[in-house]
C-alpha cells in the first residue's frame, strides 16, 4: 500500500533539457505526504482511519490528502482502485478533486504521459458515475482536446490516426454510458459537446478511413439524440449550429435533423417548435463555446501573435506555430475554427488597433494561405463571411466584421488575387447561399435576397463605424476583374458613392505598406498564389453553396499604341462645326426597386410619396421576389400578418401575395385603384397554378383571385377553382365562406388549421 521503494511518480513527458515543471512538483509533494502517512499503517481499515483523521485536521491538510490520492490514481494503474476507494471514503469537498482533474486537463494535457492519459478518462469516468460534483466540468475540458498527439503518438506513424481519435472514442463512450447524467445535466456539457462532436464528426467524413466508421455511426447518434431531447439547451450554440450542420448533412440521421429545422415554421415537430431555424441564425454564440474548438496552447499563442508581435516582424512565430501544431498536415482541419475564433472571439482594444502589433486581418491572411485542401479553404472563408450573413446591428459588433474587410482591402494591389478570390465567395453567398431541402419543405427563411440585405447592413455598418473609409476598391480598383466589379455593382450598387480623389489601396500604415510585403503571405514563397476558384466542389462542400465562376486576376486592356498622332497646323485647320440642336433623350424610368434602395426616397418625409408614384406605374414584370424583400424592409410600408404566414416559397406566390398586399396598402393610402390589366392578372394567376399543387396553395390562390377581383371589377366565375368534398368535410371550409371571407379571417383559419394538422 504504501510503495515504500518504488520508483519516483511523474505526470509529464519531460526531456533531459526541459525545466521541472511547478504542478508536478507541487502534487507530487503531496503523494510523497500521502505515502509518509500509509508507510505506518497495515490494513485498509487502518489506513482508512489514518487518511480520515488527516482530513479532519483542516481544509490543507484534506486537500493535500484527496489530490495525492488523485495524483497516485493518474501516476500508477496498480492502486488506482484502491485510491479510488479511499477517495471516496475521505473527500469532503468533491471541488478540489475536480479543479485538480479540470487543471491537469487545461494545462498539462498535451504533455501527460499516454499512462495518465488513460487514467485521466478512466478517473473520470468513475467520478461521473458518482455524480461527483462539477465532474462535467472536467468532461467539457477534455471537448478542447481532440486530435491532440503527444510527442511519443505523433512519432509513431502507423498509429497516429488511431491516437488522434483516441479521446473522442474514449470521452464519447463514457457519455453514451451516462446518458441518463448528461440529460439531466443540461448545460454547458449538453450543447458543447454537441458542437464539438458535430465539428468532429464534418472532419472525420472527410478522412473517409474505415477504421473510423464506428465512430461515425456513434457521433451521429449521440448528436441526434441529444439535438432531439434537449434542443432548448442546445439554441444556445446560435448560429454557429447551422455551420457546424453543414458539414455533416449527407449522414441520413443529421439530414433528418436538418429538414425538421427548416420546415420547422409549415410543420413544428415535437422536439423543434415554430420558428427555430429563425431563432439559430439570429443568436450569436457564447465566445467560451467558439474557444471550445481550440486547444488552451493555441488560443493563448494565437493571443500572444495579436497582442505582443510586431507588424512585419512575425514570420518567425507564425513559422513556428506553423510547425508546432502542424497546420500543413493533420492540424489543417482546425484552421475555420482558428478563423471564426479570430473574427468572433478576440476584439483587440483601440490602443493595439492604432499601434504596430499584427493585426487580425494579416493573421487571417496568413492562415488562408496555409490552407492546402480544398474543402479547409471553403470553410475557412464561410467561417470569416459568417456573421456578414446574419449580421444584426442592434446585437452584434462590427469588431466581427472588421478582418474580413481589411484583408480584403490591404490586399490590394500587390496580392489581387486574395481580394478577388474573397469578394467572389462573398457575393456568391449572397446569390446563391440557401439551406438545402428549403424549396421542398416550403421554407421562404433564409434566401438570398434576406442575407443580401444583411450583407449590406453590415457593411453599412462597417462605414459609419470608420473601418473602411470607403468601399471603392470593390467598384473602381484596376485589380479587381471586370467580372467581381460587375457583380459588386449589382449586388452592392447603393453603398457605392465615387470619390473625387482616389483613396489609397492601404488605408492606414501607408508608409509601412512601402516597404513591408504583406503579412498573410510572408511564411510562404513568392511564386505561390492564392487558389483563386471560389467554391469549386471539394469532397464534402458547404451545401447549396451553388459554383460560381473563378474571376480573373486582372482586368487586362488593350495596348496602346506608341505612335504619337500627328498635329495639324492652325492654318490647315477647319473651323469647327457648330453642333446641331437635337431633341434632348426620353427621361430614363427608374425601375422600382432602384428608387427602393436609393436612401434619399425613402426617407420619412418622401417614403408614402415615393411608394404612391412606385405602385401607380407598377407594371407586371416589375413584381419580383426583390422587390418584394425591398417593400417589406420600406418603413411605413404596412405588409399584413397574411403576407408574413403565408408565403409558400415560389417566387411567383410571393409576387402574388405582394402584389394583393401593395394593391390593398395603395388603395387604402391614396383612395384610388390601381389601373393594372385584367390580361397581366389573369397571366399571373396562370403561373401560380403551374407552381402550386397542395391543396392549401389551391386555396390561397382562389383567395387572392376573390379579394382582388373587387378592386379590378372582374367576376370570380373566371377562374374555375373547386373544393374537393373531402376537404369541405373535413374542415367545414365551403365555397360560400371563402367567397364572403376577408384575407384576415382567412389568415386566423389557417392559424387555426395548421397546429391540427389539417393542411400541409
Request: proline content about 8%; charged content about 20%; aromatic content about 8%.
Given at each position: 500500500?504504501?510503495?515504500?521503494?518504488?520508483?519516483?511518480?511523474?505526470?509529464?513527458?519531460?526531456?533531459?533539457?526541459?525545466?521541472?515543471?511547478?504542478?508536478?512538483?507541487?502534487?507530487?509533494?503531496?503523494?510523497?505526504?500521502?505515502?509518509?502517512?500509509?508507510?505506518?499503517?497495515?490494513?485498509?481499515?487502518?489506513?482508512?482511519?489514518?487518511?480520515?483523521?488527516?482530513?479532519?485536521?483542516?481544509?490543507?491538510?484534506?486537500?493535500?490528502?484527496?489530490?495525492?490520492?488523485?495524483?497516485?490514481?493518474?501516476?500508477?494503474?496498480?492502486?488506482?482502485?484502491?485510491?479510488?476507494?479511499?477517495?471516496?471514503?475521505?473527500?469532503?469537498?468533491?471541488?478540489?478533486?475536480?479543479?485538480?482533474?479540470?487543471?491537469?486537463?487545461?494545462?498539462?494535457?498535451?504533455?501527460?504521459?499516454?499512462?495518465?492519459?488513460?487514467?485521466?478518462?478512466?478517473?473520470?469516468?468513475?467520478?461521473?458515475?458518482?455524480?461527483?460534483?462539477?465532474?462535467?466540468?472536467?468532461?467539457?475540458?477534455?471537448?478542447?482536446?481532440?486530435?491532440?498527439?503527444?510527442?511519443?503518438?505523433?512519432?509513431?506513424?502507423?498509429?497516429?490516426?488511431?491516437?488522434?481519435v483516441w479521446l473522442e472514442t474514449a470521452l464519447l463512450a463514457i457519455l453514451l454510458e451516462n446518458i441518463a447524467w448528461v440529460r439531466n445535466k443540461g448545460a454547458p456539457l449538453v450543447p458543447y459537446s454537441v458542437f464539438v462532436y458535430l465539428r468532429a464528426l464534418g472532419a472525420h467524413i472527410q478522412?473517409?478511413?474505415?477504421?473510423?466508421?464506428?465512430?461515425?455511426?456513434?457521433?451521429?447518434?449521440?448528436?441526434?439524440?441529444?439535438?432531439?431531447?434537449?434542443?432548448?439547451?442546445?439554441?444556445?450554440?446560435?448560429?454557429?449550429?447551422?455551420?457546424?450542420?453543414?458539414?455533416?448533412?449527407?449522414?441520413?440521421?443529421?439530414?433528418?435533423?436538418?429538414?425538421?429545422?427548416?420546415?420547422?415554421?409549415?410543420?413544428?415537430?415535437?422536439?423543434?417548435?415554430?420558428?427555430?431555424?429563425?431563432?439559430?441564425?439570429?443568436?450569436?454564440?457564447?465566445?467560451?463555446?467558439?474557444?471550445?474548438?481550440?486547444?488552451?496552447?493555441?488560443?493563448?499563442?494565437?493571443?500572444?501573435?495579436?497582442?505582443?508581435?510586431?507588424?512585419?516582424?512575425?514570420?518567425?512565430?507564425?513559422?513556428?506555430?506553423?510547425?508546432?501544431?502542424?497546420?500543413?498536415?493533420?492540424?489543417?482541419?482546425?484552421?475555420?475554427?482558428?478563423?471564426?475564433?479570430?473574427?468572433?472571439?478576440?476584439?483587440?482594444?483601440?490602443?493595439?488597433?492604432?499601434?504596430?502589433?499584427?493585426?487580425?486581418?494579416?493573421?487571417?491572411?496568413?492562415?488562408?494561405?496555409?490552407?492546402?485542401?480544398?474543402?479547409?479553404?471553403?470553410?475557412?472563408?464561410?467561417?470569416?463571411?459568417?456573421?456578414?450573413?446574419?449580421?444584426?446591428?442592434?446585437?452584434?459588433?462590427?469588431?466581427?466584421?472588421?478582418?474580413?474587410?481589411?484583408?480584403?482591402?490591404?490586399?490590394?494591389?500587390?496580392?489581387?488575387?486574395?481580394?478577388?478570390?474573397?469578394?467572389?465567395?462573398?457575393?456568391?453567398?449572397?446569390?446563391?447561399?440557401?439551406?438545402?431541402?428549403?424549396?421542398?419543405?416550403?421554407?421562404?427563411?433564409?434566401?438570398?435576397?434576406?442575407?443580401?440585405?444583411?450583407?449590406?447592413?453590415?457593411?453599412?455598418?462597417?462605414?459609419?463605424?470608420?473601418?473602411?473609409?470607403?468601399?471603392?476598391?470593390?467598384?473602381?480598383?484596376?485589380?479587381?476583374?471586370?467580372?467581381?466589379?460587375?457583380?459588386?455593382?449589382?449586388?452592392?450598387?447603393?453603398?457605392?458613392?465615387?470619390?473625387?480623389?482616389?483613396?489609397?489601396?492601404?488605408?492606414?500604415?501607408?508608409?509601412?505598406?512601402?516597404?513591408?510585403?504583406?503579412p498573410s503571405l510572408t511564411s510562404r514563397p513568392k511564386e505561390e498564389k492564392m487558389n483563386t476558384a471560389v467554391l469549386n466542389p471539394p469532397v464534402a462542400p458547404v451545401p447549396s453553396l451553388t459554383p460560381g465562376p473563378a474571376p480573373s486576376v486582372k482586368e487586362t486592356h488593350p495596348p496602346q499604341?506608341?505612335?504619337?498622332?500627328?498635329?495639324?497646323?492652325?492654318?490647315?485647320?477647319?473651323?469647327?462645326?457648330?453642333?446641331?440642336?437635337?431633341?434632348?433623350?426620353?427621361?430614363?424610368?427608374?425601375?422600382?426597386?432602384?428608387?427602393?434602395?436609393?436612401?434619399?426616397?425613402?426617407?420619412?418625409?418622401?417614403?408614402?410619396?415615393?411608394?404612391?408614384?412606385?405602385?401607380?406605374?407598377?407594371?407586371?414584370?416589375?413584381?419580383?421576389?426583390?422587390?418584394?424583400?425591398?417593400?417589406?424592409?420600406?418603413?411605413?410600408?404596412?405588409?399584413?400578418?397574411?403576407?408574413?404566414?403565408?408565403?409558400?416559397?415560389?417566387?411567383?406566390?410571393?409576387?402574388?401575395?405582394?402584389?394583393?398586399?401593395?394593391?390593398?396598402?395603395?388603395?387604402?393610402?391614396?383612395?384610388?385603384?390601381?389601373?393594372?390589366?385584367?390580361?397581366?392578372?389573369?397571366?399571373?394567376?396562370?403561373?401560380?397554378?403551374?407552381?402550386?399543387?397542395?391543396?392549401?396553395?389551391?386555396?390561397?390562390?382562389?383567395?387572392?383571385?376573390?379579394?382582388?377581383?373587387?378592386?379590378?371589377?372582374?367576376?370570380?366565375?373566371?377562374?374555375?377553382?373547386?373544393?374537393?368534398?373531402?376537404?369541405?368535410?373535413?374542415?367545414?371550409?365551403?365555397?360560400?365562406?371563402?367567397?364572403?371571407?376577408?384575407?384576415?379571417?382567412?389568415?386566423?383559419?389557417?392559424?387555426?388549421?395548421?397546429?391540427?394538422?389539417?393542411?400541409?
Amino acid at each position: 500500500v504504501a510503495m515504500k521503494g518504488g520508483k519516483e511518480r511523474t505526470l509529464l513527458i519531460a526531456k533531459e533539457i526541459d525545466a521541472p515543471d511547478d504542478l508536478d512538483i507541487q502534487y507530487r509533494g503531496n503523494y510523497e505526504a500521502l505515502v509518509e502517512y500509509l508507510s505506518s499503517t497495515i490494513g485498509d481499515l487502518e489506513a482508512s482511519s489514518t487518511l480520515m483523521q488527516k482530513v479532519s485536521e483542516g481544509a490543507e491538510e484534506h486537500a493535500v490528502v484527496v489530490t495525492g490520492l488523485v495524483y497516485g490514481i493518474l501516476t500508477d494503474p496498480s492502486v488506482s482502485d484502491l485510491y479510488l476507494k479511499y477517495l471516496a471514503l475521505v473527500t469532503k469537498d468533491w471541488t478540489v478533486v475536480t479543479s485538480f482533474l479540470r487543471r491537469v486537463v487545461l494545462e498539462k494535457y498535451s504533455r501527460l504521459l499516454p499512462s495518465c492519459q488513460h487514467q485521466l478518462l478512466w478517473v473520470t469516468a468513475n467520478l461521473v458515475r458518482q455524480d461527483a460534483p462539477e465532474i462535467d466540468h472536467v468532461c467539457t475540458a477534455l471537448l478542447r482536446f481532440f486530435g491532440v498527439l503527444s510527442s511519443e503518438q505523433s512519432s509513431d506513424q502507423s498509429m497516429a490516426p488511431l491516437h488522434a481519435v483516441w479521446l473522442e472514442t474514449a470521452l464519447l463512450a463514457i457519455l453514451l454510458e451516462n446518458i441518463a447524467w448528461v440529460r439531466n445535466k443540461g448545460a454547458p456539457l449538453v450543447p458543447y459537446s454537441v458542437f464539438v462532436y458535430l465539428r468532429a464528426l464534418g472532419a472525420h467524413i472527410q478522412t473517409g478511413r474505415e477504421e473510423i466508421f464506428q465512430l461515425i455511426h456513434h457521433e451521429a447518434n449521440f448528436c441526434v439524440m441529444m439535438l432531439k431531447e434537449k434542443f432548448t439547451e442546445c439554441q444556445i450554440v446560435g448560429r454557429d449550429l447551422i455551420r457546424a450542420l453543414h458539414d455533416v448533412i449527407a449522414i441520413p440521421q443529421m439530414s433528418e435533423i436538418w429538414m425538421s429545422l427548416l420546415g420547422s415554421a409549415l410543420s413544428p415537430s415535437r422536439w423543434c417548435p415554430p420558428g427555430s431555424l429563425e431563432a439559430l441564425v439570429r443568436t450569436t454564440p457564447p465566445r467560451t463555446l467558439l474557444s471550445t474548438c481550440l486547444t488552451p496552447t493555441i488560443e493563448s499563442q494565437i493571443i500572444f501573435m495579436l497582442r505582443e508581435v510586431r507588424f512585419g516582424r512575425q514570420k518567425r512565430y507564425q513559422q513556428w506555430f506553423l510547425s508546432r501544431h502542424d497546420l500543413m498536415g493533420s492540424g489543417e482541419r482546425l484552421i475555420p475554427d482558428m478563423v471564426r475564433y479570430i473574427c468572433a472571439v478576440y476584439h483587440p482594444p483601440n490602443a493595439i488597433i492604432q499601434s504596430d502589433i499584427l493585426q487580425r486581418w494579416a493573421a487571417v491572411g496568413w492562415l488562408l494561405q496555409c490552407v492546402k485542401t480544398e474543402w479547409v479553404s471553403t470553410r475557412a472563408k464561410f467561417a470569416l463571411f459568417y456573421d456578414y450573413m446574419f449580421f444584426d446591428n442592434r446585437v452584434e459588433a462590427v469588431m466581427d466584421l472588421e478582418p474580413a474587410i481589411l484583408l480584403m482591402q490591404h490586399s490590394l494591389p500587390k496580392y489581387a488575387a486574395l481580394t478577388n478570390t474573397l469578394l467572389s465567395f462573398l457575393f456568391d453567398l449572397v446569390e446563391f447561399y440557401d439551406p438545402p431541402g428549403s424549396a421542398s419543405t416550403g421554407s421562404g427563411f433564409s434566401r438570398s435576397d434576406m442575407i443580401k440585405d444583411n450583407v449590406r447592413l453590415a457593411l453599412t455598418c462597417v462605414l459609419e463605424k470608420g473601418v473602411v473609409s470607403s468601399l471603392e476598391f470593390m467598384f473602381a480598383s484596376e485589380h479587381i476583374s471586370a467580372s467581381v466589379k460587375e457583380r459588386a455593382k449589382t449586388l452592392l450598387g447603393s453603398l457605392y458613392k465615387p470619390s473625387a480623389t482616389p483613396s489609397p489601396t492601404l488605408a492606414s500604415r501607408p508608409t509601412e505598406a512601402k516597404t513591408t510585403p504583406s503579412p498573410s503571405l510572408t511564411s510562404r514563397p513568392k511564386e505561390e498564389k492564392m487558389n483563386t476558384a471560389v467554391l469549386n466542389p471539394p469532397v464534402a462542400p458547404v451545401p447549396s453553396l451553388t459554383p460560381g465562376p473563378a474571376p480573373s486576376v486582372k482586368e487586362t486592356h488593350p495596348p496602346q499604341s506608341s505612335v504619337p498622332t500627328p498635329v495639324k497646323s492652325p492654318a490647315k485647320q477647319k473651323p469647327a462645326k457648330q453642333p446641331t440642336q437635337t431633341a434632348p433623350p426620353p427621361p430614363v424610368r427608374r425601375s422600382p426597386l432602384a428608387r427602393l434602395q436609393n436612401p434619399e426616397e425613402v426617407t420619412p418625409s418622401k417614403v408614402q410619396q415615393t411608394l404612391i408614384e412606385i405602385l401607380d406605374g407598377l407594371n407586371y414584370d416589375d413584381v419580383t421576389p426583390d422587390l418584394a424583400q425591398a417593400l417589406i424592409c420600406v418603413p411605413g410600408f404596412c405588409v399584413s400578418p397574411v403576407t408574413r404566414q403565408v408565403l409558400l416559397g415560389s417566387p411567383s406566390v410571393d409576387a402574388c401575395w405582394l402584389l394583393f398586399d401593395m394593391m390593398r396598402t395603395y388603395r387604402t393610402k391614396s383612395g384610388r385603384e390601381h389601373k393594372l390589366h385584367y390580361n397581366a392578372l389573369k397571366h399571373l394567376f396562370n403561373e401560380l397554378r403551374k407552381v402550386t399543387s397542395s391543396l392549401g396553395a389551391r386555396l390561397m390562390c382562389f383567395l387572392v383571385v376573390s379579394s382582388v377581383a373587387p378592386l379590378f371589377r372582374m367576376p370570380d366565375s373566371t377562374f374555375q377553382v373547386k373544393i374537393p368534398k373531402r376537404l369541405e368535410t373535413t374542415t367545414g371550409i365551403n365555397m360560400e365562406m371563402l367567397e364572403a371571407s376577408s384575407s384576415t379571417q382567412f389568415g386566423e383559419l389557417y392559424s387555426e388549421l395548421i397546429p391540427q394538422g389539417q393542411f400541409h
